[in-house]
């Protein structure tokens, strides 16, 4: 069918018939047309924005969780040995590298409406609005309060429903290959559970660090974030980078791999703006 040429059947009924609809009472031709347009705008302010790539490299020896499995990249064909082309065997956690952990991660198959794996999570759900807050400062150990989220939209703009907000420990500059990898996995600033909760009454889709996770560890033993969020299906992402280069407010980007019955899945998270 040409774009030029558009038909009644090219556009779904419920579209035109629907009163919440934005093209409800137009004709097809209207509704292409103002879909095209808005399709070359979108286009056009993508090709004209910054894009800072957050997820850091997948390779061997990266840090890791204490309890997880490593990541091991080998190889399987490659034109070197004769071979026709070149393949590796990936061998890894759900959780390696950058990441996100869907709420089955935390939240048992007790609950089956709470127990949602990553292939069940709305692929939108990380598309949206990110926030970035500045939380160099804290050292490791040290918990970031309300307080410092309240101030910061005080100076800044309103953390607002949907949105998924990034907190900038600038940890990922400790990000380093075993042996060297000490400074990063053995102990790292965290977000208090009243922050936390804060940010799950407004509600925000995601919280994401550029630690191994928004608990630290004592808080991981005795009181962590990671249920109370995960229940209330709020999204955590870890091991973030480059967060350093972004301004407060963005456009995020992250796509999961669809992995059936998976506790989370690796991520190539982007920030646009």
């Known amino acids: 069918m040409e774009l030029g040429h558009p038909t009644q059947a090219a556009i779904p009924a419920s579209v035109m018939s629907n009163r919440d609809s934005p093209y409800a009472g137009v004709t097809a031709l209207q509704v292409r047309i103002i ?20 997820s850091q490299s997948l390779e061997e020896h990266m840090p890791h969780y204490p309890t997880h499995s490593k990541f091991n990249h080998t190889l399987w064909n490659s034109y070197w040995h004769g071979d026709r082309a070149l393949t590796y065997q990936l061998l890894m956690n759900e959780h390696s590298g950058t990441h996100v952990d869907a709420p089955a991660h935390f939240i ?129 992402i870890e091991n973030l980078c480059h967060l350093d280069m972004l301004p407060d407010v963005f456009v995020f980007l992250a796509l999961p791999l669809k992995i059936r019955g998976g506790s989370g899945s690796p991520l190539r998270a982007v920030a646009l703006f």
């Open 35 to 54: 879909v095209m347009s808005e399709t070359t705008a979108l286009l056009h302010a993508l090709a004209n924005s910054q894009c800072v790539d957050l």
């Open 108 to 236: 048992s198959d007790a609950k089956p409406d709470r127990h949602v794996t990553i292939d069940q999570v709305p692929v939108r759900r990380l598309i949206g609005r990110g926030v970035r807050l500045d939380c160099r400062k804290f050292q490791a150990g040290d918990y970031v309060p309300r307080k410092t989220i309240e101030d910061w939209e005080a100076s800044h703009v309103s953390i607002e429903p949907g949105d998924i907000v990034l907190f900038n420990f600038g940890w990922s500059e400790r990000w380093a290959l075993r042996p060297g990898h000490a400074g990063y996995v053995e102990n790292w600033p965290g977000v208090s559970m009243e922050a936390a909760e804060y940010l799950f009454n407004k509600p925000v889709t995601a919280i994401g660090v550029d630690t191994l996770s928004p608990d630290h560890p004592v808080a991981l033993a005795s009181h962590p974030i990671h249920p109370v969020a995960l229940e209330k299906q709020v999204l955590l």
